[in-house]
């Protein structure tokens, strides 16, 4: 038997980053989307832990790591350890949402794996453990459990559910080399050696009441991501790329998380499909048209 279990990448529509803590975390006050890319993990039982990844589409795979450091494979193991099981699992994971580009595809490869072990083994483990083994592997890793939108504190990992009442439209460009988001962490904290140790505690209200109305200008006007200006500084090329976005999209447009992925917010599909065409016809070779928000990791067969 087989169990399939598909799960979104993320934007982060508003990305507050505070002072290094004692533990090395920064801590956020973040708002999260799930969007319509996705990665597939398909498990079934295995007497080794194994991993592999497939490109869908253009997706490069090729820095995917395939042996214990893998986040898919560590939430296998995390989630037998809780359950005090002696269990292996063979991990196939297709993968659409692009590597190292501040879209938490590991992430969503990770909730996948918990919650398709979970299905395939009857483990029946609870939501309130699912997101604490979750939070353990990684920031983003609880949120991709949920999906929707929400609110995300600490450093991203307590995660609330938003109300949205909208729905939104987004032009996602990936570029050719992904940006390691620890390297843009520690960048934002060479530029940023006297931030405010309070900085991160205002909750992004405005942000919040346009979800709640479903107004996708006030949303626009109300993004924001602090890891911008570090990303921007490690790969200045990634300023002139946004501003070709920028002239060929009418959107706001900003990084996506640590980067170096460009999303612009549009009205419309038609909107979106239009934007895709101009930047495909302007050179760019991968743009994705996606919608959000969408629901969180979720099983998609049995065989």
């Known amino acids: ?63 995917v790591p395939l042996d214990d450091s893998n986040i898919a494979l560590r939430a296998g193991r995390a989630l037998v350890a809780h359950h005090g099981l002696e269990l292996a699992a063979d ?22 794996t918990l919650v398709a072990l979970d299905r395939l083994w009857d483990l029946r483990t609870t939501d309130e453990d699912l997101l604490a083994i979750a939070g ?31 729905s939104y439209w987004w032009v996602v460009v990936p570029s050719d080399e992904g940006l390691s988001t620890p390297e843009v962490y520690r960048e934002f904290d060479r530029l940023q050696p006297d931030l405010d140790p309070t900085a991160h505690q205002a909750d992004p209200v405005a942000l919040v009441s346009a979800l709640q109305e ?32 920028q002239a060929h999209c009418d959107a706001k447009v900003m990084l996506s998380g640590s980067g170096p992925t460009i999303l612009g917010i549009v009205a419309s599909q038609e909107d979106a499909l239009d934007s895709r065409a101009a930047l495909l016809e302007a050179g760019f ?19």
């Open 1 to 63: 038997m087989s169990v399939t279990v598909r799960a979104p990448a993320k934007v982060n529509l508003a990305l507050v980053v505070g002072r290094p803590r004692e533990d090395g975390y920064h801590p956020l006050n973040t708002v999260y989307q799930a969007i319509s890319l996705y990665d597939d993990v398909r498990v079934s039982d295995a007497e080794d832990w194994v991993v592999s990844v497939h490109p869908i589409g253009e997706v490069d795979v090729s820095v």
């Open 91 to 112: 991990i196939v994971i297709h993968k659409g949402i692009p590597v190292a580009g501040g879209l938490a595809g590991g992430s969503a490869d990770a909730a996948a």
């Open 136 to 166: 353990e592997l990684g920031s983003d890793v609880p949120f991709a459990l949920i999906g929707g939108s929400a609110h995300g504190l600490g450093h991203g990992e307590l995660v609330s559910p938003l109300s949205d009442h909208g």
């Open 214 to 245: 479903g107004d996708p200008d006030a949303l626009a006007t109300s993004m924001r991501n602090d890891l911008e200006d570090a990303a921007l500084s490690l790969r200045p090329e990634l300023a002139e790329r946004i501003a070709l976005v």
């Open 285 to 303: 070779e991968v743009v994705h048209v996606a919608t959000g928000p969408v629901a969180g990791a979720h099983v998609v067969e049995y065989a």
